[in-house]
């Protein structure tokens, strides 16, 4: 079995082939935990091969369904239940900045998330940046580096063809780093700060090695008695699909609502901007009188005259 990682050694050297039960429980390991499907899955399979991790963490911009903070709950207690550590839940925290939430700075702005102008600072700034400063403080992280023991985080991309894409663009932009690093401390200069998650840690696609597409992924959450959760992410997020944004007006009608105002700010703030809500260039308040997510797309076709591609996602 291949051990697919992006690699922190020398550029040029090939990614290390090594088995789970030898590399993957020497080394320390950290689960970014998105609390969705393949994160959740990635971890029940961590424990059906008898590997416990160190950490399991989750950046939470401030804008989850309901649905996805109430199965926290669930899951910390079947992580109890099998010995593994709770879920640490961590947030963005502003220096200077009078908004702590995603949802709170694109109204402060009075703009829409970067990931409608198919940026990518929201994830950023509310995901990894919190994330990074709690491993670099973490006593097991400091206390892997000073022995020079290997760290593992754990990235849930499935074994699709959207997913492949994303791991190897993250692969490629490490190495680069990494490369830049390796630069760096042949003239005597440490990483810089933003470096410091390449320098020290490994991404590993546990999914990906073991080639579950995301259909095979809720077998292996209920196989111990876990519910399987709902998608995960920003009610208000722009890769959401034409139906997904009917069946958020549905289910949370307050959302959708909030979701509206974003957009409604955002187009009649300082910016004017003309783009709705999404990364194409339809608006959610288009959806604002559709009650059938099967005919949503259908709507966006007719204001548009362009089908909605699907698979844009962050």
């Not at 709950?73 to 109890?80: E, T």
């Not at 259909?215 to 998608?231: D, E, F, N, R």
């Amino acid at each position: 079995m291949t051990f697919t990682t992006d690699s922190t050694s020398t550029p040029g050297e090939s990614a290390p082939s090594e088995s789970y039960s030898g590399c993957m429980q020497s080394a320390l390991l950290i689960v970014s935990y998105g609390l969705g499907l393949d994160s959740t899955a990635m971890t029940v399979l961590l424990y059906q091969l008898g590997m416990r991790p160190d950490i399991i963490v989750f950046a939470d911009t401030g804008a989850e369904k309901p649905e996805t903070y109430a199965y926290l709950d669930v899951f910390n207690a079947w992580l109890r239940s099998v010995g593994f550590p709770e879920v640490t839940v961590v947030q963005y925290e502003p220096t200077r900045a009078p908004y702590s939430t995603l949802e709170d700075k694109c109204l402060t702005n009075e703009n829409l998330p970067s990931l409608a102008f198919r940026g990518h600072e929201c994830a950023l700034v509310f995901k990894r940046e919190p994330i990074t400063k709690f491993l670099k403080a973490h006593p097991l992280v400091q206390a892997a580096i000073a022995s020079g023991r290997a760290i593992h985080k754990l990235i849930g991309y499935d074994d699709s063809a959207a997913d492949r894409k994303r791991s190897v663009k993250t692969t490629a932009g490490r190495l680069k780093v990494v490369q830049q690093i390796e630069e760096r401390r042949s003239c005597g200069k440490a990483p810089l700060a933003d470096q410091w998650e390449a320098a020290h840690m490994t991404n590993v696609y546990m999914l990906q090695d073991r080639n579950l597409s995301r259909p095979m992924l809720p077998a292996i959450v209920q196989s111990v008695g876990l519910p399987v959760p709902v998608k995960s992410a920003c009610f208000f997020c722009p890769a959401s699909r034409p139906e997904e944004v009917v069946e958020l007006k549905l289910t949370h009608p307050e959302l959708f609502e909030r979701a509206l105002h974003i957009e409604r700010v955002a187009q009649g703030g300082k910016h004017q901007t003309r783009q709705g809500l999404s990364i194409g260039l339809w608006h959610w308040a288009w959806l604002a009188d559709c009650d059938d997510p099967a005919k949503a797309s259908a709507v966006i076709k007719a204001r548009t005259g362009k089908d909605v591609k699907d698979g844009l996602r962050p």
